[in-house]
């Protein structure tokens, strides 16, 4: 007899959110969602938590509901969404909000004895010094540390060479970095292959999010910076690959979709049906491979830099970089200055080794105040 997994959702209202809860909803026989976390989408929080029932509901705005099931308890404020997972009791916390909030979820979920299911890669990226100590149950959604994982055998402790992570290269892969002064918000939102959350995809056209998830694949596992690769593969079929000690090359191929990773967090080493269009094999297609030029892309290579040197740094590069892309997304600064900007920040961050959450609390305040002034000035 299947046992039905209790599954705590922070940041139900985002593209991963929405995805996960859609994963929820098509296997009601094996999970139940227990607690529902978003920041300000009252209306979309009390709409999920009605359709779902779980035991609680949190907003973090600190704002109120309408029309919520009075069997839900709902808490509101800035700490109700962790008070709201820890009294839930959650089997698996999906970590699906975005940014440095991220951290203390992920941190909370391990100290539960949870298993951490973990969209959220600002966690691993600030705070990998000190999440992966505290052991337990570590499930990657990213779809490429799902792929590495699912190429080693749902093992994160694998033995590999090296890991080679793909990437679609954006919207403006073929373009050099000064052409890109004009690009507006909107250019920027439209990538070619996935839709995200606003952040995530800013991030993906500066290309930041690939520098950010070799950081997350040497956290999780256990990689030196020599063995993590990266390619741009630009029809996002090939997730990512692990190429072995004999030169075998592993890879996880599937239509771009998040709904694959989620569910496999949540269903591992278990497979069940995806409702993923399936890749076609009566038809001819190409997959490309082409190389990835550091140098090409600054903020890859400043977010490869900060990992490769550790510690605050890290935490330095996303304070700064969450606040430089919310001033790109209101037209305060131009696409180029978020390089300028982080750039700046990360150059004017003292290093130290990373020891505490208090501590990264604190460089990630320092450097969004530094950013912002910075921004100001621009
Ligand atoms: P979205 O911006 O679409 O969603 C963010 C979600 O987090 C919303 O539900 C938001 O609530 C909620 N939220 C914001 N602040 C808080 C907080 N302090 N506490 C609790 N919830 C909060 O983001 P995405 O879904 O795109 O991304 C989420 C994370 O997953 C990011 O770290 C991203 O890098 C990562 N990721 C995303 C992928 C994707 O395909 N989207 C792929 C791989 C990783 P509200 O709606 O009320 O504001
Ligand atoms: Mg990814």
Not at 10 to 17: A, R
Not at 153 to 175: E, H, L, M, V, Y
Request: aromatic letters at 8%; proline letters at 4%.
């Amino acid at each position: 007899m299947s046992v039905i997994k209790k599954i705590a959702l922070v940041g139900c209202t985002g593209s991963i959110g929405r995805q996960t809860l859609a994963v929820a909803g098509r296997h009601p026989e094996k999970f139940a969602v227990c607690c529902l976390v978003a920041h300000s989408s009252a209306a979309e929080l009390t709409a999920a938590a009605n359709r779902f029932m779980p035991a609680y509901a949190a907003l973090t705005s600190g704002g109120a509901v309408a029309g919520l099931n009075p069997g839900i308890k709902f808490l509101s404020g800035s700490r109700a969404g962790l008070r709201a997972v820890e009294e839930s009791g959650a089997d698996i916390v999906v970590v699906a909000c975005g940014g440095f909030a991220g951290l203390e979820y992920s941190l909370l979920a391990l100290r539960m004895g949870a298993r951490l299911a973990l969209a959220n890669k600002e966690t691993l990226v600030c705070g990998g010094d000190i999440v992966m100590p505290l052991g337990g149950e570590i499930v990657p959604i990213d779809s490429e540390h799902s792929a590495i994982w699912q190429c080693l055998g749902f093992r994160r402790d694998a033995k590999f060479k090296n890991i080679i992570i793909t990437a679609s290269g954006g919207p403006f892969r073929d373009k050099k970095f000064e052409e890109l002064e004009g690009v507006t918000p909107e250019q920027a939102l439209a990538h070619p292959t996935w839709r995200m959350g606003a952040k995530i995809t800013i991030d993906s056209a500066t290309l930041l999010n690939k520098g950010y998830e070799v950081i997350e694949a040497h956290h999780l596992y256990g990689a030196g910076y020599g063995s993590i690769k990266t390619v741009i593969q630009p029809q996002s079929i090939v997730h990512s690959m692990v190429e072995f000690e004999d030169g075998a090359v592993l890879a996880q191929l599937s239509e771009p979709t998040m709904e694959l990773p989620i569910q496999l967090a949540l269903t591992y080493p278990e497979r069940y049906d995806c409702a993923l269009r399936p890749l076609d094999w009566s038809r001819a297609f190409s997959l490309e491979f082409l190389p990835l030029v550091r140098k090409n892309y600054p903020l890859y290579d400043l977010a490869l830099t900060c990992g490769e040197a550790g510690g605050v740094l890290p935490a330095a590069l996303n304070a700064a970089s969450e606040e430089a892309v919310h001033a790109f997304l209101n037209k305060q600064i131009t696409f180029c200055d978020i390089f300028r900007v982080v750039d700046t920040v990360v150059g004017r961050t003292v290093n130290e080794r990373a020891t505490s959450f208090e501590q990264l609390a604190g460089v990630d305040a320092a450097c969004r105040h530094i950013a912002q002034s910075v921004i100001k000035k621009r």
